[in-house]
């Protein structure tokens, strides 16, 4: 659901349903595949915090919570925040553009 409100404040943004799509497909999986590039363990595991697709999979897990990079609870915050930010720029954006 998530997801979804993060697709919402994009489209709200760029006016354009393809380019949203594009945008958050590209943005979910964007952290990961950085991640898996960077030979550096502490940047991989700062991308893994804060990219919304692996906080969203991190929320969801319920085994072996001491080898993720965030809680549950984090991550779930985490993909609040990347929808709860889409939502006030794409609100600004629409207050601004359509007056």
Request: charged content about 10%; aromatic content about 4%; hydrophobic content about 55%.
């Amino acid at each position: 659901m998530l997801v979804a409100v993060l697709g919402l404040g994009v489209t709200s943004v760029v006016r354009d349903s393809a380019a949203a799509i594009g945008i958050v497909l590209g943005l979910l999986y964007l952290f990961p595949v950085v991640a898996g590039l960077v030979g550096n363990p502490a940047i991989q595991r700062r991308l893994q915090q804060v990219g919304p697709m692996s906080a969203g999979l991190d929320s969801m897990t319920t085994a072996r919570l001491r080898a993720l990079p965030l809680t549950p609870w984090q991550g779930l915050g985490v993909v609040a925040m990347w929808a709860a930010g889409a939502l006030v720029l794409g609100g600004a954006m629409l207050r601004l553009r359509d007056t």
